[in-house]
Each structure stands twice: as structure tokens, then as C-alpha cells.
């Protein structure tokens, strides 16, 4: 018996690439691309899908001018911080300024669903999984947990996205899950000064450290920063 997966095939790049060449985002091509993952959550939410493992490497960006295979060169563990020794490499960046000074240009695609699940209405799981610099309090703890898991995972998008920085990110592991899990969200990065207070508020309330504080995608969608 042979079993034939078809799947789509999503030229470009993913946003996690995208920053590690020390490109500046603004917070207009910000809003743009937040506006349409929240739009994706709030229609995989619907079916009680979880990602689980929503992060800038899972995220594609791509337009009419895309990257092509040999055009991309690995050169180390993607894991690592942004702001480290460039991970990626692509060769001629002015080539694909349509990505970041035209939205309308771009398609954003959310892929790897390799570890998400479907929850009934109710239903909350308490397994440590995903990524964890991504990973909300509740997951590090294995509390109870529900889909708000991706709402603070993309708050964590959003901030690294005009930053280039996590907001909760140490030399190790350990220390990190403890930045996580009680260390107060900063602002305090020099170029957080250009940014609007809409957005640092919808920031605040993604990165909620109390999941039942924490804003449903429903609320986050009328948000006046997407608006």
C-alpha cells in the first residue's frame, strides 16, 4: 500500500532567516504581518487546533521575487541567538527588499503542525513541548494550559521582530526558563523608543504571564493596533 502526501510548496524564506540578516523591520511591515497570523489563529482556533510550536522559524514570508534553493547556504545551529554570528547567509539582500517595503506584495504562511493538537471546548493538556524560548509560563511548568499557549508565542514574534532580541533569553537554559517564568516584560532596547504605545500594549497583552489573565485570540483581534 503506498500513502502519496500532497503538500504545498512555499517558496522564500521564513521570518526567522529574515531577521538574522540584521534587517530592520518597521512596525507598519510589523502590523502587517501580525494582523495576518492572527487572522490564521483565530481560524485554526476555531477547530480547537493548537500549534504549540509557533515561532518565527515556522512562519514563511514570500513574494513574486523569491529565493531560490541555491541562493540560501546553512551554516549553523539555527537555535541560537539572532544577534550571534549570522546563521544563514543569503547572498544579495537588495534582491528582496519587496518583503519588507511592500505588504502587499507579501503572502505569510504558517507551517510545521508536527506537533500540534486539537482541543475540545473546554479541554486543556499539561505536556512540556515546543520551543523554548517561544514556550509560554504555563508549558514550562506543565500547568494545565489551553490555545491562549499561542497567543504569548506570538507576542514573543512580535517583540523579536522589531527588536532582533527575545524578550526572555539568557546564556543557558536554565536561567532562560527562569527569565520566563518571573521576569517582568522590558522595553528597554534604544529602538523601543520609536515604538508606538499601541504596540507595546499589544505586546503586554500577549506576553501575560497569567494564563487566565491572558487575552483570547478574539479579544487580540480587535486590538487598536491591528485596527
Same mark, same amino acid.
Given at each position: 500500500?503506498?500513502?502519496?502526501i500532497?503538500?504545498?510548496?512555499?517558496?522564500?524564506?521564513?521570518? $526567522?532567516?529574515?531577521?538574522?540578516?540584521?534587517?530592520?523591520?518597521?512596525?507598519?511591515?510589523?502590523?502587517?504581518?501580525?494582523? %495576518?497570523?492572527?487572522?490564521?489563529?483565530?481560524?485554526?482556533h476555531?477547530?480547537g487546533?493548537?500549534?504549540?510550536?509557533?515561532?518565527?522559524?515556522n512562519?514563511m514570508?514570500? %513574494?513574486? *521575487?523569491?529565493?531560490? %534553493?541555491?541562493?540560501?547556504?546553512? !551554516?549553523?545551529?539555527?537555535?541560537?541567538?539572532?544577534?550571534?554570528?549570522?546563521?544563514?547567509?543569503i547572498?544579495?539582500?537588495?534582491?528582496?527588499?519587496?518583503?519588507?517595503?511592500d505588504? +502587499?506584495?507579501?503572502?505569510?504562511?504558517?507551517?510545521d503542525?508536527?506537533?500540534?493538537?486539537?482541543?475540545?471546548?473546554?479541554?486543556?493538556?499539561?505536556?512540556?513541548?515546543?520551543?523554548?524560548?517561544? +514556550?509560554?509560563?504555563e508549558?514550562l %511548568?506543565?500547568?494545565?494550559?489551553?490555545?491562549?499557549?499561542?497567543?504569548?508565542?506570538?507576542?514573543?514574534?512580535?517583540?523579536l521582530? $522589531?527588536?532582533? *532580541?527575545?524578550?526572555? *533569553?539568557d546564556?543557558?537554559?536554565?536561567?532562560?526558563?527562569?527569565?520566563?517564568?518571573? *521576569?517582568?516584560? !522590558?522595553?528597554?532596547?534604544?529602538?523601543?523608543k520609536?515604538?508606538?504605545?499601541?504596540?507595546?500594549?499589544?505586546i503586554?497583552?500577549?506576553?501575560?504571564?497569567?494564563?487566565?489573565?491572558?487575552s483570547?485570540?478574539l479579544k487580540?483581534?480587535?486590538?487598536?493596533?491591528?485596527?
Amino acid at each position: 500500500t503506498n500513502v502519496n502526501i500532497v503538500m504545498d510548496f512555499i517558496p522564500g524564506i521564513d521570518l $526567522f532567516t529574515f531577521l538574522d540578516q540584521k534587517i530592520t523591520l518597521s512596525e507598519k511591515f510589523i502590523k502587517f504581518v501580525v494582523k %495576518t497570523l492572527v487572522d490564521i489563529l483565530s481560524y485554526i482556533h476555531s477547530y480547537g487546533i493548537v500549534h504549540r510550536d509557533f515561532k518565527l522559524d515556522n512562519i514563511m514570508i514570500h %513574494t513574486s *521575487e523569491n529565493l531560490s %534553493t541555491d541562493e540560501v547556504k546553512v !551554516k549553523g545551529d539555527r537555535d541560537k541567538k539572532i544577534s550571534s554570528k549570522s546563521l544563514l547567509k543569503i547572498d544579495d539582500l537588495t534582491k528582496y527588499k519587496p518583503f519588507y517595503e511592500d505588504p +502587499s506584495r507579501v503572502s505569510i504562511k504558517l507551517t510545521d503542525f508536527g506537533i500540534s493538537t486539537i482541543l475540545e471546548v473546554d479541554e486543556k493538556i499539561n505536556d512540556d513541548i515546543g520551543t523554548l524560548r517561544f +514556550s509560554a509560563p504555563e508549558v514550562l %511548568t506543565k500547568t494545565p494550559y489551553n490555545k491562549n499557549v499561542d497567543i504569548w508565542s506570538l507576542g514573543i514574534c512580535a517583540y523579536l521582530m $522589531f527588536s532582533g *532580541e527575545f524578550p526572555f *533569553e539568557d546564556s543557558s537554559n536554565d536561567s532562560t526558563r527562569k527569565m520566563i517564568l518571573y *521576569e517582568n516584560l !522590558k522595553f528597554t532596547n534604544e529602538i523601543w523608543k520609536s515604538a508606538s504605545e499601541n504596540f507595546k500594549d499589544f505586546i503586554k497583552l500577549c506576553l501575560e504571564k497569567d494564563p487566565n489573565k491572558r487575552s483570547s485570540i478574539l479579544k487580540i483581534s480587535k486590538h487598536s493596533f491591528l485596527v
